[in-house]
C-alpha cells in the first residue's frame, strides 16, 4: 500500500449508530487531517493531529471523536449523528517543517446518514 | 476568517480547448497549492508554489503565484476528455503547520 488509505469507502448508518473511519498512511509524516467535504462548501478541516496530538478542533461537534494512536492511524469516530453530517470525510496526511507544508488526500469516505 | 474566491465556478469546453481557472485572496499567502478531485475520490496535488511570481509547469499545466500574494492561476492547455474533474486552490499563510485554506472549486466539463 502506498500514500493514504481509507475505509470503509462508502458508509451508510442510522442516528443511533456508532462508526468509525479510519485513515492509515504510508508516507513517513508526522500530521495528519480530517475534512469534511459537502457539496457546493469549500473543504472545511476538522482535526489536525501533529506528532500524535491534537493541534486543532475547529469547533467540531463532541459527536465527532478522533483518535491518532500513532503517527500513521487517524480514526473518526462517529455516535448519534445528524442526516446533515452526510459528506464526504477526507483523512490528509503532511510532514510540517520549516518549509511550507503540502497535503496528501486519501480516496475519502462517502457518509450517509439516514 | 481567511476565504478564497476561486472562479470560474463550472466551465465546459470543447476538448483541445485552453482552460484558466483562478483564485483571489483578501489576505497574503505564502504558498498556493493547486489540486484535482476526480469524482469519488480525494484531491491529488498537481502544483505547488511557494514564491511570489513563481511559474510552474507540470506537463500541459501551468500555475502562477500572483506577485500581490494574494491570487494565483492555473491554465490547462489543449484539454482532453481525462481532465475533468473539480480543481481545488489551496493557500497557507505562514509556513509550517498552519491549516491551508481552500477555495470552492471550479468543476471541468470537457466536451469530445
Known amino acids: 500500500e502506498t500514500g493514504v488509505t481509507q475505509t470503509p469507502r462508502h458508509l451508510v448508518m442510522g442516528m443511533t449508530n456508532k462508526k468509525s473511519l479510519k485513515c492509515e498512511q504510508h508516507l513517513g509524516h508526522n500530521a495528519m487531517y480530517w475534512y469534511k467535504q459537502s457539496a457546493k462548501k469549500p473543504l472545511e478541516l476538522m482535526f489536525v493531529?501533529?506528532?500524535?496530538?491534537?493541534?486543532e478542533n475547529n469547533s467540531v461537534p463532541s459527536r465527532f471523536s478522533p483518535e491518532c494512536p500513532n503517527s500513521s492511524h487517524l480514526f473518526l469516530h462517529l455516535h448519534t449523528l445528524q442526516p446533515e453530517d452526510s459528506a464526504l470525510y477526507l483523512c490528509a496526511s503532511s510532514q510540517p517543517g520549516l518549509g511550507p507544508t503540502e497535503q496528501f488526500f486519501g480516496p475519502g469516505t462517502r457518509l450517509t446518514v439516514l | 476568517g481567511q476565504q478564497l474566491n476561486q472562479s470560474p465556478q463550472s466551465m465546459f469546453i470543447q476538448e483541445g480547448e485552453d482552460v484558466s481557472m483562478n483564485c483571489t485572496s483578501s489576505s497574503i499567502f505564502n504558498t498556493w497549492l493547486w489540486y484535482k478531485q476526480d469524482p469519488g475520490e480525494g484531491p491529488v496535488l498537481l502544483i505547488a508554489l511557494y514564491k511570489a511570481g513563481e511559474l510552474t509547469s507540470n506537463g500541459r499545466l501551468t500555475a502562477q503565484f500572483g506577485i500581490t500574494r494574494k491570487d494565483s492561476f492555473l491554465n490547462i492547455s489543449a484539454s482532453i476528455p481525462s481532465d475533468v474533474g473539480i480543481y481545488f486552490c489551496?493557500?497557507?499563510?505562514?509556513?509550517?503547520?498552519?491549516?491551508?485554506?481552500f477555495g470552492k472549486g471550479t468543476r471541468l466539463s470537457v466536451i469530445a
Open positions: 493531529y501533529s506528532l500524535e496530538e491534537r493541534v
Open positions: 489551496a493557500g497557507q499563510a505562514i509556513s509550517g503547520n498552519t491549516p491551508l485554506v
